[in-house]
């Protein structure tokens, strides 16, 4: 918006996925805004019409959920792709269409930095559909000669992230927790590394990677670059917000099966094609957050 | 049916697909057959209820058409899997879920033979949604301990296939053009290797493998190793067949974006886990099919 683009949103405002409409404060009166859902065609094309660019980052966004609403999960998440590249399809200047993809498509990991060539095995449907949106861009490339792109995000945070439940984006959640004064519980030792990348290095990469034309037909990992242990995440949330206290608990079942092993992502991909630097630090972006919902945490905590 | 199980079909009977009553010539009486969408939960979930082994084979079979339509293809191909895996999943005693897939998972092949570890970028929506169905099968398996198996058919043809149109498995289509004394089109040099294995060897290794322990939690390859330039295919069934001719012409457009490179399987994992071997070669695979077709040619042509 700042750079002059006409932008239109669409969103569903579920409010399981973190759908608020103060998170458009101040750009209001500057966007177009359509709610509705992204699986309905009637809804996706006429928005889609006459866009040169589509940011596509629909998605059921908890990982853990998506095996207890596996159908919806693909729908909202990989048959929307699908949709989104249909109506791309019937026009005739084809829009770029920039996915927001995950690391999630890897699942397990090796050791070292992620590259962008690391076999995909996903851990949860949440992988498989991302993965599957992934091949659906390839696919439209392949045959229509439609740019497509996808960035594979780490573990995102910041501003504006839905802080209801613990199901995805810890770091805010656990800012809400420390902030309320409570005791935030950590599985294990809390030594598994993490990329955390904030909310305003990821906004940075998806203009940056749509403008840039050697991006196109690319899957390229966006994250930090910075491996940060668990619980040196927590420390910092507890420290930064100053009130709040951790403790160390056993892992629950079934969550050492989501379990994928120390991530740190290779960015050399996407820095070699925009430049993109991550600017904000852990401390520094939990800092942000938290005086964020200082200020207006009544609209996010019901 | 011969080694006294009690099987049971579910069928939609889609003419597009090759459904064909014909086909359980001989055995109808010992089947208990029912016409049917896979899709539709209600209609799966008491035929899997007392199942002790599921052979997942429906599909939208045609992987050019799959971009045609594609909602439909995601739904009776990876859409099905989910709908088996959420039934098995509510079961007490998991059935083993066995899953016909497709090399076409693996897209363009590199040199040698194609093993299981082979990167896996599909050409095709089919592609896509036939890897989507093997991760559907890595997610339950890990998640709820359920057994499952999935075999990467490279190019199957024989007896009882459909002959309607070219749109898969162009053996058979090709015995009825040489049988009605045609030419039969064959695209560029016709070079290009593919690795054809016969019914009766695929159904002996889905038995085989359902029956090894081994086998459970594997992606195996179903081949037949042998490499066969596409022209030496359609020789052999012209000269096997007796009748028909071969004109090369050129490729059309959109169809080289399909091509995937020669394709051999290494099929050591399937004869390590089972002892299974091919028994069946091109020859004499085409002189059955053909058999086949001039004694129940009726049943196929319309």
């Known amino acids: 918006v700042g750079l002059g683009a006409h932008v239109t949103l669409l969103d569903s405002l579920d409010p399981r996925y973190g759908g608020n409409r103060f998170n458009l404060q101040g750009i209001e009166d500057r966007v177009r805004t359509v709610v509705g859902d992204v699986r309905v065609t009637h809804?996706?094309?006429?928005?889609?019409?006459?866009?040169?660019?589509?940011?596509?980052?629909?998605?059921?966004?908890?990982?853990?959920?998506?095996?207890?609403?596996?159908?919806?999960?693909?729908?909202?998440?990989?048959?929307?792709?699908?949709q989104i590249l249909e109506c791309c399809r019937a026009m005739?200047?084809?829009?770029?269409?920039?996915?927001?993809?995950?690391?999630?498509?890897v699942g397990k990991v090796g050791p070292g930095p992620l590259t962008e060539e690391a076999p995909t095995n996903p851990l949860?449907?949440?992988g498989v559909h991302k993965?599957?949106?992934?091949?659906?861009?390839?696919?439209?490339?392949?045959?229509?000669?439609m740019p497509t792109l996808a960035l594979r995000i780490t573990n995102p945070y910041g501003p504006r992230q839905q802080?209801?439940?613990?199901?995805?984006?810890?770091?805010?959640?656990?800012?809400?927790?420390?902030?309320?004064?409570?005791?935030?519980?950590?599985?294990?030792?809390?030594?598994?590394?993490?990329?955390?990348?904030?909310?305003?290095?990821?906004?940075?990469?998806?203009?940056?990677c749509a403008a840039a034309p050697e991006a196109v037909g690319q899957v390229v990992n966006l994250g930090s670059g910075v491996a940060?242990?668990?619980?040196?995440?927590?420390?910092?949330?507890?420290e930064v917000v100053g009130t709040g206290r951790v403790e160390f608990v056993?892992?629950?079942e079934n969550y050492e099966r989501l379990e994928t092993g120390d991530v740190t992502a290779d960015t050399s991909r996407l820095h070699g094609l925009t430049g993109w630097q991550p600017g904000v630090d852990l401390r520094t972006g939990v800092a942000r957050t938290a005086e964020y919902y200082r200020h207006h945490g009544e609209h996010y905590i019901r």
Chains 1, 2 share one sequence.
């Open 43 to 82: 809804v996706l094309a006429p928005l889609v019409h006459d866009a040169e660019i589509v940011f596509h980052l629909a998605a059921q966004v908890s990982y853990s959920d998506s095996l207890a609403i596996p159908v919806e999960d693909y729908e909202v998440t990989a048959g929307s792709t699908l």
């Open 92 to 105: 005739t200047a084809k829009p770029l269409v920039v996915l927001a993809s995950s690391r999630m498509v």
């Open 124 to 126: 949860s449907l949440y």
């Open 131 to 145: 993965l599957a949106s992934e091949k659906y861009l390839s696919i439209y490339q392949h045959f229509f000669d």
């Open 163 to 208: 802080i209801h439940h613990s199901k995805y984006s810890l770091v805010g959640w656990f800012v809400r927790q420390a902030m309320e004064g409570r005791t935030i519980k950590v599985f294990g030792e809390g030594t598994q590394r993490r990329d955390y990348i904030f909310a305003d290095d990821i906004g940075e990469a998806f203009l940056r």
């Open 228 to 238: 940060t242990e668990f619980r040196e995440m927590v420390t910092a949330v507890v």
């Open 250 to 252: 056993p892992w629950p």
